[in-house]
């Protein structure tokens, strides 16, 4: 017996390097890595090194999808991790692999039959790198395409950059992997995808509560680079960072392997995780709901209510009339605000309690009467309908594809709306030029409004009003990061408010100019700027 069972386990180590074969549900030892089979009907076998938590081998129906050079990781690797692994019986078989470093716990979990690796990762302090993601590195032969955007993200076959060492030129158009980015409220599944049998491996985040950035934050999901075509969950990132990072567990969030098409998370189920003993995990006993009802949004727009605290954030969409309920949350004093689409019109706080519903309505107050002369846009917290937004989620400002920034002349009653452009950039456009007639001048004072959503390198408008020169704004608070080259919009959203002295504004024709102020011109598109959500002219 004891001849067998060596002759068994020397079979099932060897088996690991045979295509699609190897023994049932369970995890052997080859080297310094665990080797683990799902056990599920299209064969998943990876292999994680026992000294740095990588994984460094995938094999999925007898295919090998892992990049040979480096690693699938958290951030750019651990280094080193002290690693474990584990079969656990519940409500069904589990294998979990635990990677421990100083600050962080990262777990790996397959559940018998799926082609699934779930993951989370605990930390008390941001990684060394500053970024908290997981990134697959896989192989560009069997897996070239990515999904939902296609290959604006696809940087191999490069011929030149246009910004820094991430933006590049393929075949006459601008890509990087900053342009495979979803709001975290719209994320379902992001994937790469090829081969002959059509291989989908996808990444789902069933929510985002320990991570940093809110509903509409966004950022890599994949990128095609030629050498690998990497795959990723950002958790915490520093790309247009507007609050702290959070501490805590992150997760859980999965790979999926599939030949089947696209994976939705809203058939992904993970409250067995609880079965596991993940340090920082609150199961459904332990959390509390809100719910309400949301007004003052403005007609057409989508609510959203957003819940967040040092701990946790959470959002969800209102209905028809208004009415929300709030995911899972755990207990805790919460900020709570609403949005109509992105753009902030309520504030408020709630108290969450384990195994309770709090009611809580919200009122928005932007939008009230007031006596409009003219508005270009939409408040959305978005720069919806103006030159190029269209576009620039998916490619540079630069890119030949982009319609001409201008400096842009907008008619109030005449132009398209596109005719005012998105962004004003101090080194390419500046200045935007409004033209706009009143039947008579105003007999007091006049406002002019203008929404930002995200301004770089301290950038601010100046406004011109015929001959008058409003006052200069203060600098808006630095985020050190770039924004609208990368297909970033979101920051502290500020808004300026100008006070138009009476007898400025004439009956007849009236021009307004304004300006990206800041203290240094800078090189093109990188020059100091900022993005517009809506300019308005009104009295009381």
Known sequence: MEIKAVVRLLALSASFFAPGVFAAFGYTTSGNNYIIDAGSANPL?????KSSCDINSIKYRGTELQYGSTGSHISSGLGSATVSISQISGTSKYIKVTCVTSTLTHYMVVREGESIIYMATYITAEPSIGELRFIARLLPDKLPEEYPYGRVSTTTGSTSTVEGSDVFVVD????SKFYSSTRFIDEDSHCVYGGSDLIHVCIMTPQQESSSGGPFFRDIDSNNAGASTNLYNYMNSGHVQTEAFRMGL????LMQFSRSGIPSVKDVDVSWFGELGITGYVPASGRGTVKGT?????????GVV??????AQYWAKTSSNGAFTSPLMKPGTYTMVLYQTEFKIATSSVTVTAGQTATKNIAGTFNTTRKTLFQIGDYDGQPTGFRNADKFLRMHPSDKRMASWGPLTYTVGSSALSDFPMAVFQAVNNPVTIK?????APSGTATLRIATTLSFAGSRPQVKVNSWTGPAPAAPTKIDSRGVTRGAYRGYGEIYTVSIPAGTLVAGSNTITISS???????TFLSPNFIFDAVELYTV
């Open 45 to 49: 076998i990876f292999s994680v090194s």
């Open 172 to 175: 006459g158009e601008t890509r």
């Open 250 to 253: 992150h997760g859980p969030y």
């Open 294 to 302: 949301a007004t003052g949004v403005q007609s057409g727009m989508q």
């Open 306 to 311: 957003h819940w967040y605290n040092s701990a």
């Open 436 to 440: 706009f007639s009143l039947a008579s």
């Open 517 to 523: 102020l800041s203290g240094s011109s800078g090189d």
